[in-house]
């Protein structure tokens, strides 16, 4: 093959990566790599399509191919940094990062991401300066003025916010990525200024182009609000293997912002023995592994859907292992397992499940003001209501189903009076309580990548019942469906 000819593939390549036909890439990124051997940047993208299909090993073999042959390869030393970051191997993730940024002192992304990774580890001082150096490297990436503030919330200054309206009103290089966050920063400034209106103007700007900003968005999202609620509801299952499995994971579901991380936080500060596996993802994962065909064919969503759940808790217990979770006590903080509790406790009858909730109205209205990059529902509010309704169908069911292995922890019950629920949180676990559990902030291991990781950095704190208050008069001639979720 001529080297034009490289070119051309190369360039179709990247093409079908922009309309996402990702195995339509990759076998043509594989075929190049075979004729250029000594091309690290080819083998990176292989490596960037695979982690787009969530294959971390093999995204990680490519990765170690292309910095072998270019060292210098600073996109790949960032990448493989991501790579050990998902895997949550913090020291290996901070290594390449630091390697990325000191093969190319230009490159901001490593710098931002170092930022990332010691805010998830409670170094905030540390991730401050990191944003900061992050912005000074590129100002027109609003992501790291978002993420800066969220970690001081009086350090972006007026002339921070001047600057960035101004950029958005004239700047069309601006990627939709960083609109969105810069969208987010000035409802934030609002919101401080009391003024709903112009707050909520901007967050809708701000979630719209988050929206578009990725093209797997409405797939996401059609998965969550539509394909997953109807195909679990008709589900049937299939088992020839009657081996009771002796794992008891403790699985907390809930809402975003329902108070599910101070949960996890909680219950894993008990016993050093108690693994933490944040949102691992690892139940639907397995779905998606063995069923995806039939999940994403819109025919089979509403028809009689059959597992094997001999090949399904294979799956399951497989992907857990990969995370080094399966043999001791761990706890699996994937907020959509309340759609797979019939699947859960199939697969692990000794599981408890503990949902977390908080008042309706405030839960709606606290979704909407974050940034959720990983849930594509929740960037409109319609979609948002939409999921609640679902998530609250399936509580009801499962609550009748499994009266014993669900328990509900109220926030403002838990931020009222801590020891007591703490102690019937942890009876339920069948986990010793001590009071060592209401100090899980001074723990310098304490790893959180969820919207709350700075939250519990602090002391326990009254619930505030007059916070989202105001929010009930602009939504008082809403055409949003409020009352069918008793909001």
């Known amino acids: 093959m001529k080297t034009p000819n490289i070119a051309d593939f190369y360039n179709k390549g990247q093409e079908l990566i922009k309309k996402n036909r990702l195995d339509d890439a990759l076998n043509i990124f594989l075929e190049l790599s075979k004729k250029d051997k000594k091309s690290s940047n080819i083998l990176l993208t292989i490596a960037q399509i695979y982690a787009q299909k969530n294959n971390l090993v093999k995204s990680k073999i490519y990765l170690k191919k292309a910095i072998k042959i270019n060292p210098n390869n600073h996109v790949a030393l960032n990448n493989l940094g991501n790579v050990y970051s998902k895997n949550n191997q913090i020291k290996e993730a901070i290594k390449y990062y630091q390697k990325s940024s000191t093969t190319n002192p230009k490159y901001s ?11 998830q580890i409670g170094k905030l001082n540390e991730a401050k300066k990191f944003y900061i150096k992050s912005i000074k490297l590129d100002k027109f990436k609003f992501e790291y003025y978002y993420k800066l503030n969220r970690i001081e919330d009086d350090i972006i200054k007026d002339s921070d916010i001047e600057f960035i309206t101004k950029q958005l009103e004239i700047n069309k290089k601006l990627s939709d990525l960083s609109k969105s966050n810069g969208y987010f920063l000035l409802a934030k400034n609002e919101r401080d200024k009391k003024n709903i209106i112009k707050e909520f103007d901007f967050l809708s700007k701000g979630h719209q182009y988050f929206y578009k900003s990725n093209v797997n968005n409405e797939l996401i999202k059609k998965y969550w609000l539509e394909t997953i609620p109807t195909i679990l509801k008709n589900i049937k299952f299939t088992r020839s293997n009657k081996i009771k499995n002796d794992i008891s994971p403790i699985f907390v579901i809930g809402l975003p912002r329902s108070g599910t991380t101070l949960v996890e936080s909680i ?35 509403n028809s009689d859907f059959e597992i094997s759940m001999d090949d399904y808790e294979k799956e399951v217990i497989r992907l857990y292992e990969k995370l080094n979770l399966g043999k001791n006590l761990f706890i699996d903080k994937s907020l959509e397992n309340i759609f797979f509790a019939d699947l859960i406790f199939n697969i692990f009858p000794d599981s408890k499940i503990i949902n977390c909730q908080r008042n309706k109205f405030d839960n709606l209205i606290a979704i909407y003001q974050q940034f959720f990059s990983q849930l594509a529902w929740s960037h409109s509010l319609e979609d948002i209501i939409k999921y609640i309704h679902n998530h609250n169908s399936f509580l009801d069911i499962y609550k009748k189903k499994f009266p014993d292995k669900i328990l509900t922890i109220d926030l403002e019950e838990l931020t009222n009076d801590p020891e007591t629920i703490s102690k019937k949180l942890l009876s339920f676990c069948n986990i010793v309580w001590s009071e060592k559990v209401l100090d899980f902030y001074k723990r310098e291991d304490l790893l959180s990548k969820t919207a709350s990781n700075i939250q519990i950095r602090k002391q326990i704190y009254k619930y505030n019942k007059k916070r989202f208050e105001p929010y009930r008069h602009y939504f008082k001639d809403s055409p949003l469906p409020l009352k069918n979720l008793d909001l």
Do not use: D
């Open 109 to 119: 992304t490593p710098v931002f991401n170092l930022a990332t990774m010691f805010e």
């Open 267 to 301: 219950v894993c500060s008990a016993s050093k023995n108690i693994m933490n596996g944040g949102e691992t993802a690892v139940i639907n994962k397995a779905l998606v592994n063995i069923k995806g065909n039939q999940l994403f064919n819109n025919e089979s969503i």
